[in-house]
């Protein structure tokens, strides 16, 4: 039997979730639940982050632009970004201390933990986790962390230097976000999805009952969010292709997700998709994405022939070059649509980008040199002045943990000092 779960007051509680067995739907920001949520929020409207690594870097020529201040000229791989110039900010001149320029130091990009090759080393608090200390009571899920490769790797420790794991699967976190029950109802609900039922089919009735509760734009809102959900189900079943695998006759297992080695950018879309739902319906303020190809495939696209790895260590060889900027300008593609994305989801008159920073960069400076230096760092969102390229020294770079800082003020966390920082950035205002 399917339950609405409302308040008994006109307006609608925060925590108003669609409930049937084995599934449940949480809801975007409507104007009906501001009365509500204000009474429990100093700020109208949740602020959120987005921290994205991608661990083999970015060709320093192609990415940051040879000017600074407001006037600069896109780089290649920041004309995707073309649409968004107002909404974000390129830096350079930025690193970690200590962390220097090898593979390992992906586990460093969010704590600026020192050394990660020498033996006995241990990670420290990762921003994604000192957001979570504050405001992870407030949403379902204190922290997200998800990862495009093999493993369970993540971006995301506690301060004691605990690794968090991260999830892999698109289907694992769609299940984790909408699936609940027990083990017998979860299954029934998986069979549902790979039959071709929408949650939205679940919910048909409730679904017209609340949007006849609530105003126009509100139930505009719902509408939009309704259809993003069922185009998002529709790309899982045939990137999964859930409706192909053969139904088992007693037990069945969650889908098995794609997971060729060359997937490297629908896989990234789908995840980013995944995080966008996540904080659509404020199931977390707090979501890390590692983007992890050390393990060396090649990646499927046209023109590229040799592993991904590979291609960073012959980078001064035209064609190699050519065919990484291939690979590296769709990751930033990836990016654009993302930003996009969260730039058409609205909240009360604000979008979604506007609440959520969303920091792309990586643990490589010049992968083709292990270089640590001059980090490729780009922050959308969240508030920030941004359309500027905010250029540093180039030899004397500042720590990237200032853009921390900055970050955890901007979400009302009054921190002065995080890992390597000296202040918050020079340039990055509000």
Not at 112 to 127: E, I, Y
Not at 209 to 217: H, I, P
Not at 281 to 297: G, H, K, M, Q, Y
Request: proline fraction near 6%.
């Amino acid at each position: 039997m399917k339950n609405v779960y409302f308040p008994e007051r006109k307006s609608l509680n925060r925590r108003t979730l669609l409930k049937a067995a084995g599934a449940s739907l949480a809801l975007p920001f409507l104007d009906a639940m501001r009365p509500a949520f204000s009474a429990q929020q100093d700020s109208p409207l949740p602020k959120r982050m987005v921290a994205i690594n991608v661990d083999l870097g970015f060709m320093p020529e192609r990415f940051f632009p040879k000017q600074s201040g407001r006037d600069y000229k896109l780089s290649p791989y920041l004309e995707p970004l073309n649409d968004l110039r107002d909404d974000f900010t390129i830096f350079s001149g930025l690193h970690h201390p200590g962390t220097g320029g090898l593979h390992a130091a992906d586990v460093c990009f969010l704590t600026g933990a020192t050394h990660p090759t020498r033996p006995g080393f241990k990670n420290t608090l990762s921003l994604d986790q000192r957001i979570a200390q504050e405001v992870g009571h407030l949403t379902r899920f204190p922290s997200l962390s998800l990862r495009v490769g093999p493993g369970s790797k993540s971006l995301s420790f506690t301060a004691d230097g605990v690794p968090l794991p991260a999830i892999e699967r698109p289907s694992d976190v769609y299940r984790l976000l909408f699936m609940e029950g027990s083990v017998e109802q979860i299954q029934n609900q998986v069979q549902r999805l790979r039959d071709g039922r929408s949650l939205m089919d679940q919910f048909g009735d409730e679904i017209h009952s609340l949007q006849r509760r609530v105003g126009n734009a509100d139930s505009h809102r719902l509408q939009q969010y309704f259809d993003s959900l069922r185009e998002l189900e529709k790309r899982l079943e045939i990137q999964e292709a859930w409706s192909q695998r053969p139904k088992p006759q007693v037990e069945i297992s969650m889908p098995k997700d794609d997971t060729s080695p060359g997937g490297l950018i629908p896989k990234t879309r789908m995840l980013f998709d995944m995080a966008r739902l996540a904080l659509e319906t404020d199931s977390t303020r707090a979501i890390t994405v590692l983007i992890n190809e050390d393990f060396n495939p090649t990646v499927d696209l046209p023109g590229v022939n040799a592993p991904h790895h590979a291609l960073t260590h012959q980078s001064s060889q035209k064609d190699s070059a050519e065919e990484l900027a291939t690979i590296e300008k769709a990751q930033m593609d990836c990016l654009a649509k993302l930003l996009r994305d969260l730039r058409e989801v609205k909240e009360d008159g604000a979008t979604l980008l506007d609440q959520t920073m969303v920091l792309q960069g990586s643990n490589l400076g010049n992968a083709a040199r292990h270089d640590g230096l001059n980090l490729p760092v780009v922050l959308a969102g969240g508030g920030f002045k941004h359309g500027s390229h905010l250029a540093f020294d180039q030899k004397h770079n500042e720590p990237l943990a200032n853009v921390f800082v900055s970050m955890l003020q901007n979400l009302g966390i009054e921190d002065q000092a995080f890992s390597s920082s000296t202040g918050t950035l020079r340039g990055l205002e509000t």
